[in-house]
């Protein structure tokens, strides 16, 4: 029950990654580091694809809209971190939290039903190679990648409804270094167990169920190209995308499940995998499928050689 008397909270405290000034300059460090290094590269993926004119495929389209989804997933925490590191006293807005919990939602289950997307697309490609163009149009894949990012906005929008109707009224101190939904809820003054339950079974079981699917079936299509290993060359390369996405599917969803698929309790590891999580993975992801991926370092190659080394000499 909601208490019937009660100062609502109207702000909260961020403990951080770190309390000594020395481990936050060096956290700093690192962190401004990876991200000033990774984030252009996943531009330049994007933009390699948009201009090249042989990455025409849906496939890339795909890769294009995971690297700008992987940018936007960590862009919603990392700067602030960054900010909070040179903060005595991180703080920060209820509203402020409710945005970047609903981005981080919205954003993240995007990402996870993209990446069941591109599953798909892996199939379509290795099962009925005849008819992969007809079947991955630009039409389809345009009406996919909106249902996965209408999928993300209905599972935030649900993780979002059953945080504001919560009642705050007490202790206001968030121990980690961005606003979830399992950091939240932990302080409310109210009995969360029915909204618990809820968000355990949006978040946790989606993803352990949606990561035994992606992994089952990229079981069963690396099956299929051993069994039909006749042309080496295309054969390899279609493996090597299997097992890039493989790689992707297991640093997306390793920590989410680990983070919702429990009960909301507080635990040592939290932290570190929050920050791969939201900071370390979603950058790594199209770096990650680019460096097994031939065509898009030559197009990288490329665009960088036209626009950026030309323009210096």
Not at 38 to 62: E, K, Q, V, W
Not at 96 to 105: D, E, K, M, P, T
Not at 118 to 146: E, Q
Request: with cysteine.
């Amino acid at each position: 029950m909601e208490p019937a008397n009660y100062t609502r909270v109207t702000e909260f405290v961020l403990t951080g990654l770190a309390q000594t000034r020395e481990v936050q300059l060096v956290l700093f460090v690192i962190f401004l580091s990876f991200y000033l290094f990774i984030l252009p590269g996943n531009i330049l993926i994007i933009c390699a694809i948009r201009l090249d004119p042989h990455l025409t495929s849906p496939m890339y389209f795909l890769l294009a809209n995971l690297a700008f989804l992987d940018i936007w997933y960590s862009s919603i925490t990392a700067p602030k971190m960054l900010v909070d590191f040179f903060v005595e006293r991180k703080i920060i807005s209820f509203g402020g939290c409710i945005a970047q919990l609903f981005f981080l939602h919205f954003v993240g289950a995007s990402e996870m039903f993209l990446l069941t997307v591109m599953a798909f697309d892996r199939y379509a490609a290795i099962c009925r190679p005849l008819h992969y163009g007809a079947i991955m149009n630009r039409c389809l894949c345009c009406i996919l990648v909106a249902l996965a990012w209408m999928g993300g906005f209905i599972h935030s929008i649900i993780q979002v409804a059953l945080i504001v109707r919560l009642p705050f009224c007490g202790p206001n101190e968030l121990d980690s270094y961005f606003c979830d939904i399992t950091q939240v809820v932990r302080i409310a003054c109210a009995n969360t167990f029915p909204e618990e339950l809820v968000m355990i079974f949006s978040s946790g079981l989606i993803s352990v169920v949606c990561f035994i699917a992606l992994l089952m079936s990229y079981a069963f299509l690396l099956a299929m190209l051993k069994k039909h290993s006749g042309s080496s060359e295309s054969t390899g390369r279609a493996m090597s995308t299997c097992y890039s996405h493989i790689t992707i599917v297991v640093l997306m969803f390793g920590p989410s499940i680990y983070i919702y698929a429990r009960p909301f309790d507080s635990f040592s590891l939290d932290k570190v995998v929050s920050v791969f999580h939201t900071v370390i993975f979603p950058l790594l992801n199209p770096i990650i499928y680019t460096l097994r991926n031939k065509e898009v370092k030559t197009a990288m190659r490329k665009l960088v050689n036209r626009y950026i080394l030309c323009k210096e000499k």
